[in-house]
């Protein structure tokens, strides 16, 4: 910032959520002589877990400010990222079923059998011309008499 240098990384909030991040995290691990004073003078002014609140805060405020983001989309991500971990943590405890010979026998002998099974209810939206037919047809290339230069030409004239 003392240089007047016209980069993006000149910007005020970076120096300040920078600073501010770096000497919460120094506090918070103790690292170094600078980091165990923070620690210190911050628990003897309050509990040793307010002090963990107070330099948890600042590295979070330190991150916002550092990338001159809002509030409100570091809930968003915090709370996207626990949604993904709670789905992925209740996939792992879901039990895959596992089938034996016994429970296979008896499934398939209380099976109906294809013959006997309820037909399909057809699609109620689609036409019945196109239930039947739409899968016996092949797909026919439109022709190339589409691509004529007096087709393209009207076109053309017809955008002016």
Do not use: C
């Amino acid at each position: 910032m003392l240089t007047k240098l016209k980069t993006p990384v000149n910007e005020p909030h970076i120096l300040v959520g920078a600073s501010l991040f770096l000497l919460s995290v120094s506090g918070l691990t103790r690292a170094g002589v600078l980091g165990r004073e923070i620690w210190l003078s911050t628990a003897s002014l309050i509990t040793s877990l307010g002090a963990l609140l107070i330099l948890f805060g600042g590295v979070l405020i330190g991150l916002i400010v550092l990338f001159n983001t809002s509030f409100d989309q570091v809930i968003m991500v915090l709370l996207n990222f626990l949604r993904a971990v709670a789905n992925r943590l209740i996939q792992i405890r879901k039990p895959s079923p596992r089938i034996s010979r016994e429970s296979s026998l008896q499934i398939s002998e209380s099976t109906p059998s294809p013959s006997r099974a309820a037909p399909k209810p057809k699609d109620e939206f689609a036409p019945l011309s196109t239930l039947s037919t739409a899968q016996s047809k092949v797909w026919e290339y439109p022709p190339l008499s589409l691509l004529s230069i007096r087709f393209m030409t009207n076109l053309h004239s017809a955008n002016l």
